[in-house]
T-cell receptor, first 115, second 109 residues
Framework: NAGVTQTPKFRILKIGQSMTLQCTQD?????MYWYRQDPGMGLKLIYY???????DKGEVPNGYNVSRSTTEDFPLRLELAAPSQTSVYFC??????????????FGQGTRLTVV | EDQVTQSPEALRLQEGESSSLNCSYT??????LFWYRQDPGKGPEFLFT???AGEEKEKERLKATLTKKESFLHITAPKPEDSATYLC??????????FGQGTRLTINP
């Protein structure tokens, strides 16, 4: 089991460029999440999805877009990158809490720098 | 709006010196309170889930407890390898998983 896989691990973007952060899970989890983590801070929720075709905004969605066409994949799109988007991005997945457990499993992160 | 506040922000202990980390929360319809450990440069690693007030979970030197408004992570006789950032999160009725800012724990030998 690979768990949650994020690509790329590192990326440097120029201001105004766009990119897609990829996230794939092989645990058949319904729920998937995208977070950003700034240095010395906790995780802030960007977007989340409770199933294929369903997405919703988190705490800090501005400047980002997501789609969920399959159970396995939850890509995060950055349009017109800005220095404020320099951060570490984490993808996570989980079962619904009603299924027992409900804990989220995380990928290893994508370290993004916008210059 | 679901909210999580952790205290203290940072804590330094001597090896063997027990202490507790606090997680205060407000949530609409608690579906679970979660504790994670995060090492530098890595993703969070799951530790515990608590669902209802009065529940307790233990793992080695760590014990998590839950009341209706807060959770505590008690660390007993810590070792240097327990040094990490400890994160608390809640899931409410909207199914969002909301995290606090974390507590950076350092255990000196």
């Amino acid at each position: 089991n690979a768990g949650v896989t994020q690509t790329p691990k590192f990326r440097i973007l120029k201001i105004g460029q766009s990119m897609t952060l990829q996230c794939t899970q092989d645990m058949n989890h319904n729920y998937m999440y995208w977070y950003r983590q700034d240095p010395g801070m906790g995780l802030k929720l960007i977007y989340y999805s409770v199933g294929a075709g369903i997405t919703d905004k988190g705490e800090v969605p501005n400047g980002y877009n997501v789609s969920r066409s399959t159970t396995e994949d939850f890509p995060l799109r950055l349009e017109l990158a800005a220095p404020s988007q320099t951060s570490v991005y984490f993808c996570a997945s989980s079962y619904p809490a009603s299924s027992g457990g409900g804990e989220a499993f995380f990928g290893q992160g994508t370290r993004l720098t916008v210059v | 709006e679901d909210q999580v506040t952790q205290s203290p922000e940072a804590l330094r202990l001597q090896e063997g010196e027990s202490s507790s980390l606090n997680c205060s929360y407000t949530v609409s319809g608690l579906r679970g309170l979660f504790w994670y450990r995060q090492d530098p440069g890595k993703g969070p690693e799951f530790l515990f889930t608590l669902y209802s007030a009065g529940e307790e979970k233990e793992k080695e030197r760590l014990k998590a407890t839950l009341t209706k408004k807060e959770s505590f992570l008690h660390i007993t006789a810590p070792k240097p390898e327990d040094s990490a950032t400890y994160l608390c999160a809640v899931r409410g009725g909207a199914q969002k998983l909301v995290f606090g800012q974390g507590t950076r724990l350092t255990i000196n030998p």
